[in-house]
């Protein structure tokens, strides 16, 4: 029985992670300009719906250019799950750390993954609060921040999100919601499909509850209090007024 060498185990350890550094990088550059198709997340959702013989799964996904999307959208997700997109590299370390405090009193920890994150996670990983898989987060949300504009980053996001089973990006959302085009969202529309965001799988926008409600009600507040989104105009549509 032949045993592999320190030395070429070594070498063959090295030379895939060489290899995974190296796709990886040439995939997100790829997906810099691309239309993504489908995200890891999308394919975990079909996967998992085959193997428990759930025959009515069935994925809706549409991808849009943030141009077509209603400037309410992103302003409200933004308003919802990071505040501080536009200002960051891809980490809010202020909210980790107040999340950090209170999960010590908390049975279902709260989370402080910013949409960078979140487009990393959805896009290339898998569920889960390993130290290997947040670590591979850490790494990919890097590469997204530096690879990808801002914009980018924000218009992958609204087409990858889960917004409720089978349901992704925000203008299959529209249409199964609201019967519209995400073109054509309102204020309390876009912030009633921000208030879902963190547990799509466990609300139903057609008939939410008091709870969602009142998220809803909030993310509006701080729509307004965000001026409007202008910088984020300038950023998605320049030179328009």
């Known amino acids: 029985m032949k045993f592999v060498s320190l030395r070429a185990f070594r070498r063959i350890f090295l030379q895939g992670v060489g290899l995974f550094l190296a796709g990886s990088i040439i995939l997100t550059l790829f997906f810099r300009w691309v239309p993504l198709p489908l995200s890891s997340l999308m394919i975990q959702r079909q996967i998992t719906a085959k193997w428990q013989g759930d025959q009515g799964y069935r994925l809706v996904h549409t991808w849009v250019g943030l141009e077509q999307i209603s400037l309410y959208a992103p302003l409200a997700v933004i308003a919802a799950e990071d505040q501080k997109f536009l200002d960051h590299y891809g980490f809010d370390f202020d909210a980790m750390g107040k999340a950090w405090q209170a999960n010590q009193h908390r049975r279902r920890p709260l989370g402080a993954s910013t949409i960078s994150q979140q487009v990393a996670k959805n896009l290339f990983l898998w569920p889960g609060r390993?130290?290997?898989?947040?670590?591979?987060?850490?790494?990919?949300?890097?590469?997204?921040?530096?690879?990808?504009?801002?914009?980018?980053?924000?218009e992958v996001y609204l087409n990858v999100a889960e917004f409720g089973?089978?349901?992704?990006?925000?203008?299959?959302?529209?249409?199964?919601?609201?019967?519209?085009?995400?073109?054509?969202?309102?204020?309390?529309?876009?912030?009633?499909?921000?208030?879902?965001?963190?547990?799509?799988?466990?609300?139903?926008?057609?008939?939410?509850?008091?709870?969602?409600?009142?998220?809803?009600?909030?993310?509006?507040?701080?729509?307004?209090?965000?001026?409007?989104?202008?910088?984020?105009?300038?950023?998605?549509?320049?030179?328009?007024?």
């Open 130 to 154: 390993t130290f290997f898989r947040k670590g591979v987060e850490v790494y990919f949300t890097l590469l997204l921040e530096g690879l990808w504009s801002k914009k980018r980053i924000l």
């Open 165 to 241: 089973p089978g349901i992704f990006g925000v203008e299959a959302a529209s249409r199964i919601y609201f019967h519209k085009s995400a073109a054509k969202l309102t204020s309390s529309e876009a912030a009633l499909l921000a208030a879902i965001l963190p547990s799509p799988l466990r609300s139903d926008l057609q008939h939410p509850t008091s709870y969602i409600l009142s998220r809803a009600r909030h993310i509006q507040r701080q729509m307004k209090l965000m001026d409007g989104g202008a910088y984020l105009k300038q950023l998605i549509r320049p030179g328009k007024k």
